[in-house]
């Protein structure tokens, strides 16, 4: 006879399943919003590239944390402006990830082609990105309770 596993093994297996599906789709409507309003204010608006990027991260932030906040770790209940602050910090931490990556590929390898920065950039930098951007959301801006941060415990 096989032994009856509690129904509990399953919970925290579904719980991490809906954390991360949670985590991407606002993370995708955050990119969606990031890339729509940068792009209107390069365009229609002639707003320079660094002004209209900083607008475009804080409300891609923004809409970011609004969604994690009030959908993935509503449970959480944040509270104040620490939260959003911290949140903005691992947003920008991973930007630079991003970066590092798109400045080792072209510059320390040579890599210079349109191709190579879309892909060390975009691809391994954004991926790299975000599992730092989870990991740092979870551990450091939606703490919660009996959570250390890790999903081992």
């Not at 309003?37 to 970011?64: D, E, H, M, N």
């Amino acid at each position: 006879m096989t032994p009856v596993r509690p129904r509990t093994a399953r919970a925290p297996a579904a719980a991490r399943h809906a954390e991360l599906l949670g985590f991407a789709a606002v993370g995708l409507l955050a990119y969606a919003v990031d890339l729509t309003l940068f792009t209107w204010l390069r365009g229609t608006a002639g707003t320079g590239p660094l002004t209209a990027k900083t607008l475009s991260f804080v409300a891609g932030c923004t809409v970011a944390y609004t969604g994690n906040a009030l959908g993935t770790y509503r449970h959480t209940q944040p509270k104040g402006l620490r939260p959003y602050a911290v949140f903005v910090a691992v947003n920008l931490a991973g930007a630079l990830v991003q970066l590092l990556c798109l400045a080792v590929s072209h510059y320390g390898l040579g890599l210079t082609s349109q191709r190579a920065d879309t892909v060390s950039g975009a691809g391994i930098g954004m991926a790299l990105a975000t599992v730092l951007r989870f990991w740092g959301t979870r551990t450091w801006v939606f703490r919660a309770e009996g959570r250390v941060g890790s999903w081992t415990g």
